[in-house]
């Protein structure tokens, strides 16, 4: 029974993570709400490590790391937001949180590449008119990447929190 439970509340993590990328790709903001839910997702994993209150601690303390990135202006507030909420998913520990980290950095950079790549790709060419409305919503979002791409748009770092937080926490899911 627990162990359904579990798969079920993993799942709803999952579709958070995939969601919150989605947005991120589409509109560029990953809604608070998501950040919302992550944390409240979150929760019951402290609870079950015996570890909520230090975990919450470390969230604060990356909270405002994060924050002083973006006042740098090298991350966005949506990003600080989500990125602090998925480092509740991750336990407590420097070495998770700074593997956490590590990915979150290194697929950004991946994903930065790919928008590099873009960016080359779509350099010189005519805009592409916009889509008929009977177009698949994957086509007008490629379309509005590559409108974003000439126009050397931001990168959607929430993929790279995303992807590096799912990969962090599954392995720490009890079966």
């Known amino acids: 029974m627990m162990s359904g439970l579990v798969q079920a509340w993993t799942g709803l993590i999952a579709i958070c993570l995939l969601y919150a990328a989605a947005c991120d790709i589409s509109v560029r903001l990953i809604p608070n709400r998501l950040s919302?839910?992550?944390?409240?997702?979150?929760?019951p994993f402290?609870?079950?490590?015996?570890?909520?209150?230090?975990?919450i601690a470390v969230t604060l303390v990356m909270f405002t790391v994060l924050?002083?990135?973006?006042?740098?202006h090298l991350i966005g507030g949506g990003?600080?937001?989500?990125?602090?909420?998925?480092?509740?998913?991750?336990?407590?520990s420097a070495a998770a949180q700074g593997l956490f980290s590590l990915r979150v950095i290194?697929?950004?950079?991946?994903?930065a590449m790919a928008y590099l790549?873009?960016?080359l790709l779509v350099r010189g060419r005519r805009p592409i008119a916009d889509p008929p409305p009977s177009?698949?919503?994957?086509v007008r979002v490629w379309r509005a990447e590559q409108w974003r791409a000439r126009r050397r748009g931001s990168i959607p770092y929430g993929v790279a929190i995303a992807?590096?937080?799912?990969?962090?926490?599954t392995p720490m899911v009890p079966r």
């Open 117 to 119: 790549m873009l960016r």
């Open 67 to 72: 924050t002083g990135v973006w006042l740098l």
């Open 106 to 111: 290194l697929f950004g950079g991946g994903v």
């Open 163 to 169: 992807l590096s937080a799912w990969v962090n926490f």
């Open 46 to 55: 402290r609870l079950l490590n015996h570890d909520l209150v230090p975990g």
């Open 36 to 43: 919302a839910a992550v944390i409240a997702l979150a929760l």
């Open 79 to 92: 990003d600080v937001k989500f990125w602090t909420a998925c480092s509740l998913l991750i336990p407590p």
């Open 135 to 138: 177009r698949h919503w994957i």
